[in-house]
């Protein structure tokens, strides 16, 4: 399934944002590709590119969530893509039967709520977790509260669709 998102990298050719499309497919010799391509809804505008899959390489994206925009950046996980908020101490490790998906910083915030709800803690990390789950809700409803998304991707496929995000690749 080609996965497909609206980036703000602009249109070369008419200035509107470019949405970002890739998949994976197998071509001759069986060797499998990622076509990326990015295009344009207004103009029609396209530049694509194919890239072997041995040739991913693995990458790290920080953003520094500082404004209450930032809340709709889209993030795009891929299947084997750990997500790490540092500030708050929570790593989440890529799902066993992952797809990899398509989210907002606030759909990563929401998830991260519903998943606290469902630990039973012991009642000595009761109240840290409390404290978590209050600094979470707050930013969503608007509080001002900078923290930082990592999304460390073995693959090199995942992105969050924001100028501010800085990748890095593994040496
Ligand atoms: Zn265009």
Redesign the pocket.
Known sequence: MPVEFKTETP??????D?YFIFYRTTISYENAIEIETYF?K????KSTRTIPLDLLEEKKISFLVSKRDDLRTILYRSQEARLELPEFGITIDPGENSQGSITTVEGVLQDILDKLDLFVTPDDEYEKLDLLRGTIKGILAGDNHAFTIIVDDPLGKSKIASSRAVEEKHP
């Open positions: 249109c070369p050719s008419c200035g509107k470019l344009c207004n103009c029609l505008y």
